[in-house]
Nanobody, 127 residues
Framework: QVQLVESGGGLVQAGGSLRLSCAAS????????MGWFRQTPGKEREFVAA????????YYSDSVKGRFTISVDNAKNTVYLQMNSLKPEDTAIYYC????????????????????WGQGTQVTVSS
């Protein structure tokens, strides 16, 4: 079983950047496909980005494509979400998730396929 802890959230002005980190413990991260999701009050959890295990394919939602980048550092057992050109609508709690299977085009965006979740980190983008 893997444990996930997110960090790096905070308050930033529109147009700014943040890098979120998700540190994994208990298992090596290269055995897992990793995803980032976000949620705002009253809304369902929304897919943001994912990377299939062993440094495979990456996936992004249309709303963040070209602005956000997901990456994995196996040596640090950490997955990152680099967020550039932030917009007020990116404001949310961001969650890291893991699943011990490869992702493919038909499943990467579905929150219910991920088995493990972090506690979330708040990102607030001011206009």
């Amino acid at each position: 079983q893997v444990q996930l802890v997110e960090s790096g959230g905070g308050l930033v002005q529109a147009g700014g950047s943040l890098r979120l980190s998700c540190a994994a413990s208990g298992r090596t991260i290269n055995s897992y496909s990793m995803g980032w999701f976000r949620q705002t009050p009253g809304k369902e959890r929304e897919f943001v980005a994912a990377i299939s295990r062993s440094g495979g394919s990456t996936y992004y939602s249309d709303s963040v494509k070209g602005r956000f980048t997901i990456s994995v550092d196996n040596a640090k057992n950490t997955v990152y979400l680099q967020m550039n050109s932030l917009k007020p609508e990116d404001t949310a709690i961001y969650y890291c998730a893991a699943v011990p299977r490869s992702l493919y085009s038909g499943n990467y965006y579905a929150s219910d396929i991920y088995d493990y979740w972090g506690q979330g980190t708040q990102v607030t983008v001011s206009s």
